[in-house]
């Protein structure tokens, strides 16, 4: 069982930059795709972007591509969310999630969650 703990959200301008976290715990992160999702206020929950195992493939959201980079150091069981030139709509929640089975990143195969951070920003 693998415990996900994501962190460092804020409060920021529009432009500024930020990068997430997500820590693992209780399992290598080694043997999981982990992908990053966000939530706005009365949105459903949609995929930003995503890493496999290895780190040799990344996918992302079309609405992040040249904004946002996915990263992992598997010697320490972390994943993180890169994220540049921010606007006002990427306000939301964001959370990692981890998967060991085959396939895409569709939310519903990410069995294993972090509790989310708050990412808000000013124009």
């Known amino acids: 069982q693998v415990y996900l703990v994501d962190g460092g959200g804020g409060l920021v301008q529009a432009g500024d930059s930020l990068r997430l976290s997500c820590t693992a715990s209780?399992?290598?992160?080694?043997?999981?795709?982990v992908a990053w999702f966000r939530q706005a206020p009365g949105k459903e929950r949609v995929f930003v972007g995503g890493?496999?195992?290895?780190?040799?493939?990344?996918y992302y959201a079309e609405f992040v591509k040249g904004r946002f980079t996915v990263d992992r150091d598997n010697a320490k069981n972390t994943v993180w969310l890169q994220m540049n030139d921010l606007k006002p709509d990427d306000t939301a929640v964001y959370y990692c999630?981890?998967?060991?089975?085959?396939?895409?990143?569709?939310?519903?195969?990410?069995?294993?969650w972090g509790q989310g951070t708050q990412v808000t920003v000013s124009s």
């Open positions: 999630a981890a998967k060991d089975n085959y396939g895409g990143m569709d939310a519903r195969l990410f069995s294993h």
């Open positions: 209780g399992s290598a992160l080694s043997w999981y795709s």
């Open positions: 890493i496999n195992y290895s780190g040799d493939s990344t």
